[in-house]
């Protein structure tokens, strides 16, 4: 990996990003506290990738990386912030990304105060087990830019695929209202979760049903998506999010786990 990248953000998409990045070298992540320190070094250690990882709480960390992505809560002006709160510890020629799914990057890379080197990198959760990543720039990106985003890809072991910056690019905005259709289906008819899930895995050749997937991606995450699609989110899934079951991260959602 001829790029020194640096990741902010502690959650399952840096924390992923991290892991695959270090068994390819070195990586440091700036995160904003002890316990966001320790997720960052578990998930690494279960690649045994912790030798190339450089965990930081201080934005100097920085300085010498030559391509940052930011990781964080899919929100524009917390994305804005860390980027306000970041950039002058950022190297001049670095590469800026974000890992976002769904908001706009023409927006996020004026908020990032240099579009001509900004590109959405949009990778999949879980990172160390899904090859794609969408590739979408701002107007203003440079050539170079684009070039040692798709490199950066490359040496990461994915497969990128530019895609227009349209809201859920392409995968979320073709997947979305598929998952949340599968809810108004599971409300109409009654049947289990399980029951619609097995029938998408074995029918449809499906890896996990659409009632798991909103689990793994998380329903606070999933509506917050919806939002910026424009689709209607089912009663059932803000009811969840009500009880606090956000699916696999908080051990509940339309299963238990």
Known sequence: ????????????????????????????????????????RAQCAKLGANGNVVVSRDPA????????VEAIVED???????????GGHIADDAVLATTTSSLPIEELAVASGHPERFAGLHVFN????????????PAAATAATRERARALCAALGKTAVEVPDTPGFVVNR?????????????????????????CMRLGAGH??????????????????IA?????????????LIAEGALGRKTGRGFHAY
């Open 61 to 68: 960390a920085l300085a010498e990386a030559t391509f940052v």
């Open 174 to 198: 073709l997947l979305f209202p598929f998952l949340f259709d599968a809810v108004r289906l599971l409300d109409e008819t009654g049947l289990a979760p399980e029951a619609i899930d097995t």
């Open 126 to 137: 879980p990172v160390p087990k899904m090859d794609l990543v969408e590739l979408a720039f």
């Open 1 to 40: 990996m001829s790029e020194r990248l640096a990741i902010a953000g502690s959650g399952a998409i840096a924390c992923g990003l991290a892991a695959v990045a270090a068994t390819r070298g070195h990586v440091t992540v700036f995160a904003r506290s002890d316990e966001a320190e320790a997720k960052v």
């Open 76 to 86: 524009r002006t917390a994305k804005a912030d860390v980027w306000r709160r970041l």
């Open 207 to 224: 890896p996990l049903g659409p009632l798991a997937l909103l689990d793994l991606v998380g329903l606070d995450v999933s509506v917050a």
């Open 227 to 239: 939002g910026t699609l424009g689709i209607e989110v089912p009663p059932r899934v803000q009811a």
